[in-house]
Nanobody
Framework: VQLQASGGGLVQAGGSLRLSCAAS????????MGWFRQAPGKEREIVAA????????LYADSVKGRFAISRDNAKSSVYLQMSSLKPEDTAKYYC???????????????????WGQGTLVTVSS
């Protein structure tokens, strides 16, 4: 089982980036998917998440209206479109998976048991 995140990089404030996460070795359509981030010296936090069937999504207050999560079950991939980026969005971004029957809410970081390696996003002012 593997999650491979990509798309990070250096961008100026106000710019956009699209992160991708490709899954392999799992039945992707049976997993809730989330994007998380961890800035230096801070705890990992949830950014956005989507239920296995795409019916429900959630966003951290800090990214509402700027970020959008989407998934393509046919491609076993989840995406995070990030717009109007701010320096405070600088962090390593991780994708993670949670089985749809796994105990715990898809809104809780502790519910996710499959993690990718992360991709670094740096927003310059």
């Amino acid at each position: 089982v593997q999650l491979q995140a990509s798309g990070g990089g250096l961008v100026q404030a106000g710019g956009s980036l699209r992160l991708s996460c490709a899954a392999s070795g799992l039945t992707f359509g049976s997993y809730d998917m989330g994007w998380f981030r961890q800035a230096p010296g801070k705890e990992r936090e949830i950014v956005a998440a989507m239920r296995w069937n795409g019916d429900n999504t959630l966003y951290a207050d800090s990214v509402k209206g700027r970020f959008a999560i989407s998934r393509d079950n046919a491609k076993s991939s989840v995406y995070l479109q990030m717009s109007s980026l701010k320096p405070e969005d600088t962090a390593k971004y991780y994708c993670a998976a949670k089985g749809k029957y796994t105990i715990g809410s898809y809104s809780s970081i502790n519910s996710y048991n499959i993690w990718g390696q992360g991709t670094l996003v740096t927003v310059s002012s």
